[in-house]
Nanobody
């Protein structure tokens, strides 16, 4: 079973919106923190948002994400969503869901990763 499965990526025009989903397998229900990272071609993977699994702690390392991106959880509590609005050209990247037991903002802080979902923003 794949522990984390992302979906919801796609192509969108600048100013548009997308909602990414991350389905968490039962094997990772003990995780304390989750995160969304992204990686554009030729660039390092960067944290978009880190949050506790109970959503009582949310951290956007870059202020440019606040106000545009929000986190939510489905009622079954086995999926998390990254709602992205007012998308910009620079948001084009592969987006990854990740989980772990400790808070961190570096990719190496998280041991479990999904395969990623591509987001492409065009003008």
């Amino acid at each position: 079973e794949v522990p984390l499965v992302e979906s919801g990526g796609g192509a969108v025009q600048a100013g548009g919106s997308l909602r990414l989903s991350c389905k968490v397998s039962a094997s990772l229900w003990s995780s304390t923190y989750m995160g969304w990272f992204r990686q554009a071609p030729g660039k390092e993977r960067e944290a978009v948002v880190i949050f506790s699994t109970g959503l009582d702690h949310t951290h956007f390392p870059d202020s440019s994400f606040e106000g545009r991106f929000t986190i939510s959880q489905d009622s079954a509590k086995d999926s998390y969503y990254l709602q992205m609005t007012n998308l910009k050209l620079e948001d084009t990247a592969m987006y990854f869901c990740t989980s772990g037991r400790l808070f961190g903002i570096r990719p190496e802080d998280f041991p479990y990763w999904g395969q990623g979902t591509q987001v492409t923003v065009s003008s």
